[in-house]
T-cell receptor, first 115, second 110 residues
Framework: GAVVSQHPSWVICKSGTSVKIECRSL??????MFWYRQFPKQSLMLMAT?????????EQGVEKDKFLINHASLTLSTLTVTSAHPEDSSFYIC???????????FGPGTRLTVL | GQQLNQSPQSMFIQEGEDVSMNCTSS?????WLWYKQDPGEGPVLLIA?????ELTSNGRLTAQFGITRKDSFLNISASIPSDVGIYFC??????????FGKGTKLTVNP
C-alpha cells in the first residue's frame, strides 16, 4: 500500500523560533503533495500545494514567507514554520498523490505547540 | 476557504445501530470522498465516489454520490465500538485539491 510518514510526530518550540516538518512518501514517488492545518475540533484546511521542482502554490490567506515549503525530491516535502507564534499551534497534516491510482494518502500528522 | 456543509456535527448511538451522515455543497464536485480520522492521526479513506448517482459499499459502509453532484451521504450499518471517530466528507472539483466538510463525531456506546 501507499504510506506517507511525517516527522516529527509532535514538537514544542518557543515563540520566535522556526520549526521544520517533513513529509515523506515511503513506497511511491509523488510529484504533488499537500499541506493541511487542522485546529482542535475543526476540519482540515488546505494551506498549500507542494510541487516537486517548482514553487509551492499557497491558498488565499496563507503567508508564503511564514510557511516555507520545499519539495526538493519526489519523496520529500518540508514545511518550515518561521518565527512561530502561539497562534500557529495546530495539527499539521500532509498528503501525497499516489500517481498510479491518483489517490491522496495522508500522513499521521504533526502536533505543533508554540509556547 | 470553501467548505462543505456536513451534518450532523456529532452522534451518540448504541452499538448495533445504523448511522447516517451527509454533506451538501453549493458547488458541483466530480469526486466525493469519505474519510475517518482517529484522534492524533491523519484521515484514512473509506469510500471514493466518482460518478453522479453512484452507490458504493465497503463492508458495513455505504455511500452515494448525489445525482445533482452537490451532495453525498454515508451510512454505517450495525455499528461497533471501533467505529468511533470523526468522519469527514471531501469534495474534489476540477483540480486535485480536496475541500473537507467540518466532520461528524461518532460515539458508539457498547
Amino acid at each position: 500500500g501507499a504510506v506517507v510518514s511525517q516527522h516529527p510526530s509532535w514538537v514544542i518550540c518557543k515563540s520566535g523560533t522556526s520549526v521544520k516538518i517533513e513529509c515523506r512518501s515511503l513506497d511511491f514517488q509523488a510529484t504533488t503533495m499537500f499541506w493541511y492545518r487542522q485546529f482542535p475540533k475543526q476540519s482540515l484546511m488546505l494551506m498549500a500545494t507542494s510541487n516537486e521542482g517548482s514553487k509551492a502554490t499557497y491558498e488565499q490567506g496563507v503567508e508564503k514567507d511564514k510557511f516555507l515549503i520545499n519539495h526538493a525530491s519526489l519523496t520529500l516535502s518540508t514545511l518550515t514554520v518561521t518565527s512561530a507564534h502561539p497562534e500557529d499551534s495546530s495539527f499539521y497534516i500532509c498528503s501525497a498523490i499516489q500517481p498510479t491510482i491518483n489517490e491522496q494518502f495522508f500522513g499521521p500528522g504533526t502536533r505543533l505547540t508554540v509556547l | 476557504g470553501q467548505q462543505l456543509n456536513q451534518s450532523p456535527q456529532s452522534m451518540f448511538i448504541q452499538e448495533g445501530e445504523d448511522v447516517s451522515m451527509n454533506c451538501t455543497s453549493s458547488s458541483i464536485f466530480n469526486t466525493w470522498l469519505w474519510y475517518k480520522q482517529d484522534p492524533g492521526e491523519g484521515p484514512v479513506l473509506l469510500i471514493a465516489l466518482y460518478k453522479a448517482g453512484e452507490l458504493t459499499s465497503n463492508g458495513r459502509l455505504t455511500a452515494q454520490f448525489g445525482i445533482t453532484r452537490k451532495d453525498s451521504f454515508l451510512n454505517i450499518s450495525a455499528s461497533i465500538p471501533s467505529d468511533v471517530g470523526i468522519y469527514f466528507c471531501a469534495g474534489q472539483g476540477g483540480s486535485e485539491k480536496l475541500v473537507f466538510g467540518k466532520g461528524t463525531k461518532l460515539t458508539v456506546n457498547p
